[in-house]
């Protein structure tokens, strides 16, 4: 007849923050069919942490044999695998983590890679990739990692907490007036277009001024909009970015900066809207 053995979850897999991280699908893999344990399972404990549920028959091993393999298993992917929780600059909206998450997650020695606005989480394999390559690897996708600590597998490494020293990178929000840049070149880009329009209206100014003050505002409304559109190219989605790009583009093909810069500026407009949203 079997029996049941329940070992804390923390002190098995310290790093794993729950139950669906890949090291508890490792580890339970490990321990299953094991001699003498018949099945491995997560459950909830009485004060609600994760539980790693082993049934296993008394005849064929003990409970002393258990855990010892279970904290051998648990040992060898904590220093195998390394976790990863960042707070980070450079990431204001959803488009944007999930460009940057599906890059990440192409990295060889990436496990698992999940990226919110303002924060990234990271699971790597450490005999294929280190800490300082995933630090440029986001650096290199003007992603700024806040703090300087190296810690391999500290899921806290990397936060702040008020004038400490900020990694490399971690100042670079993308454009030239720091992490409001989108909203300054959003506002730039709407203004300039209604500047034009009136003028165009009023009779005011015709011709290549007017124009001028068309193509300025696209100029403002096209800056971070390219860049939407060619990240997600590179990560093989055409999205809202890449067509309204496209759109403005033949419109001004066709001498239709106004229009043009409307499609810039509206698109502009929605990026904004969901940074300020988030």
Known sequence: MSERLQLELAVLLPDAHDGRDGCVHRLTETLDGAPGIEDVHLVDGDDGSAQLCLHYDPATTSVARIRARAEAAGAALTERYA??????????????????????SRIDGVMEADVAPGLVRVEFDRTRLDEARLRQALADR???????AA???????????????????????GGPFGERSEIIFALASASLWAIGLALELSKAAEGAPVTAVFIASALFGGYFTSREAIESVRNGRFEIDFLMLFAAVGAAVLGKWEEGALLLALTIGNICVAVLWT
Request: net charge negative; no cysteine.
């Open 83 to 104: 976790h990863v929780l960042w707070p980070v600059t450079g990431v204001g909206h959803i488009r944007k983590a999930r460009s940057v998450g599906e890059s990440l």
């Open 142 to 148: 003007k992603v700024g990692v806040a703090g300087a």
């Open 151 to 173: 810690g391999g597998h500290d899921e806290h490494a990397g936060h702040d907490h008020g004038g400490g020293e900020h990694g490399a990178g971690d100042h670079d929000h």
